[in-house]
């Protein structure tokens, strides 16, 4: 199954205590079909001190996974959408479905 959002994609969330927050995509984990969104659903964790790695103790915060459903792609013309796939030529690319701009996709 192929994901429509990829890293380094601008997403807006659209469900949960977040709704409304825009950040770039950090991580896909797509085997969960889950996402880390910058600066979104900020968490505190408790890090241990490790003198070896250079590692301060306290209490750090960092993002956690968001699912899949509950975020948009952001269109830079439109705003948030969903993203459609066709075929020009014979690359597969991504399309905004209001707009039907094409969006960038990552090089393999």
Request: hydrophobic fraction near 35%.
């Amino acid at each position: 199954m192929s994901l429509n959002i990829q890293r380094n994609d601008t997403v807006e969330v659209i469900a949960g205590s977040d709704r409304g927050k825009r950040g770039r995509v950090l991580r896909v984990l797509a085997d969960e079909n889950r996402v880390l969104v910058e600066h979104v659903r900020m968490i505190k964790k408790n890090v241990r001190p490790n003198p070896q790695r250079n590692i301060k103790g306290g209490i750090a915060e960092q993002e956690a996974p968001l699912h899949i459903s509950n975020v948009a792609v952001v269109c830079p013309d439109c705003g948030p959408t969903r993203i459609g796939f066709k075929f020009e030529g014979d690359k597969k690319v991504r399309f905004c479905k209001k707009c039907d701009q094409t969006l960038a996709t990552k090089k393999k």
